[in-house]
């Protein structure tokens, strides 16, 4: 492919899903400085593998590129800071012990309908550990597919729908205990 | 199907990646089972809460400049260090420019009998994603911004040779943003803006060039946008957004019914 036809096919890629790397990104490295630094170099990375995109699922293409700069950068930048790996068992361990929050019923509806809705969903979102805060950044906000979100984040299938699981628990843990704090 | 058996597939449910078979088999346990009903309508309402509050981060208009920038500077390296390097600037000023244009130099979509020529449909179809992406892409959303519909209709009309149908679609989920003046198929149409969560939706609007015929709803999908054309009443309708193929049904079915 000649550098124009390259220019032309970057432009259209990225032109329609900049957005969806900009949020993905925003999501992950939640500053705004950051993650434009992230999809600029995502961005020069995918214009140079252009030529390994086949055409079909460009937006997943490039938040997978987006997903590893941000790991490369990650380990450049935050080495120090690099939270200590995640454990799923662990977290499952965690979610058991907390009490069976099904047994609370419909009170997701009222937490949803108060004013700081907006607020506190984005901060259960925020609290998410990483692992799970992108697989429902990519599910819920990009609208991907469980074989997309595979794809972008690397991992099987299985895991998918398990982090997915697991990640809304945490957010209906978290949005139920907001609830309960704000209980007079 | 009992409840274990409803509740370990409650996600793929959830996010629609069932068959029809043991989507219909988990609606008639729901159907029966309180429990389980209630566990996926705490699920459901998770699900819409976290879509419609979710932070949805849009990159600034600056990125796309800075990111052009870094490109072109790969591509003014890789150039100095070949042959005929002449090229490579001005052609990609014009891409700066002409962006969204050259995004849809691929469509090609033959509607074969409605239009007299194949190349005719496929020529409106680039024109109108070109026109969607650029309305996206720069701060030019809505000439009138506003979700009310008396407002939006009579300043198109006053601008434009016809009076284009402008309904709010709040309550199906698609409100009304605004409306603006656009230039497609060598006359000014209305495009009327509607939001869908974080999606911008593009309606254009304008008198079908021949009188009398009509067009069933026709989908296009093409590099990431689902386009729906139909012509009615009259009136050729163009919808386009980057939702996919199952909203933008919805979208189209709210407006055409609401009117």
Redesign the interface.
């Known amino acids: 492919m000649d550098?124009?036809a390259r220019?032309?096919r970057?432009?259209?890629l990225?032109?329609?899903?900049?957005?969806a790397?900009?949020?993905y990104a925003?999501?992950l490295t939640r500053d705004?400085r950051n993650?434009?630094d992230v999809?600029?170099e995502a961005?020069?990375r995918a214009?140079?593998f252009l030529d390994s995109f086949h055409g079909e699922g460009?937006?997943a293409w490039l938040l997978a590129i987006v997903r590893n700069t941000y790991y490369t950068w990650v380990k450049k930048n935050r080495a120090e800071a690099l939270s200590v790996s995640f454990d799923e068992e662990t977290m499952m361990a965690n979610g058991c012990e907390l009490a069976d929050l099904?047994s609370v019923?419909?009170s997701?509806?009222q937490?949803?309908q108060q004013q700081d809705?907006?607020r506190?969903?984005?901060s259960a979102?925020d609290q998410l550990p990483e692992e799970f805060r992108e697989v429902?950044?990519l599910?819920?906000?990009e609208?991907m597919?469980?074989k997309e979100i595979a794809v972008i984040a690397k991992i099987p299938l299985g895991t998918v729908?398990s982090r997915?699981?697991r990640a809304?628990k945490l957010?209906?843990q978290h949005?139920q205990r907001a609830q309960q704090e704000s209980r007079p | 199907m009992n409840c274990t058996d409803s509740r370990s597939r409650l996600h793929a449910y959830l996010d629609q990646e069932l068959d029809l078979p043991s989507v219909l088999a988990i609606d008639e346990h729901l159907a029966s089972c309180d429990a389980c009903k209630k566990t996926f309508a705490q699920q459901f309402a998770l699900q819409s809460g976290v879509r419609k509050h979710a932070m949805y981060y849009t990159a600034p208009g600056t990125l796309t400049e800075r990111i052009r920038g870094a490109i072109s500077r790969t591509v003014t390296e890789t150039s100095a260090n070949s042959v005929k390097p002449h090229w490579q600037w001005p052609l990609f000023q014009r891409f700066q420019l002409g962006a969204a244009v050259a995004a849809t130099a691929l469509v090609s979509w033959i509607v074969a009998i409605q239009y007299n020529t194949p190349s005719e449909a496929e020529f409106l179809a680039e024109q109108v994603i070109a026109s969607h992406a650029r309305s996206t892409l720069t701060t030019h959303l809505a000439d009138v911004s506003t979700s009310d519909e008396h407002t939006v209709k009579p300043w198109l009309s006053s601008k434009l040779d016809f009076s284009p149908p402008v309904t709010d679609l709040t309550g199906a989920g698609f409100p009304l943003v605004g409306g603006r003046l656009d230039y497609l198929d060598n006359r000014p149409v209305a495009a009327l803006v509607y939001g869908h969560r974080q999606h911008v939706i593009n309606l254009f609007v304008w008198p079908d060039r021949r009188s009398g015929r009509s067009l069933p709803m026709e989908s296009l999908s093409k590099h990431g946008y689902n386009v729906l054309h139909w012509i009615n009443g009259g009136m050729a309708f163009w919808a386009i957004s980057d939702l996919n193929a199952t909203e933008m049904r919805a979208f189209a079915e709210a407006y055409t019914g609401a009117k």
């Not at chain 1, 990225?14 to 957005?19: A, I, K, Q």
């Open positions: 550098e124009r220019v032309r970057f432009e259209e990225f032109v329609t899903h900049l957005d790397a900009y949020d925003h999501w705004d993650a434009e999809v600029q961005c020069l214009f140079k460009g937006r099904e019923g419909s997701i509806d937490v949803l809705a907006r506190l969903v984005n979102l429902i950044v599910r819920e906000l609208d597919s469980y729908m997915l699981a809304r957010l209906l949005l």
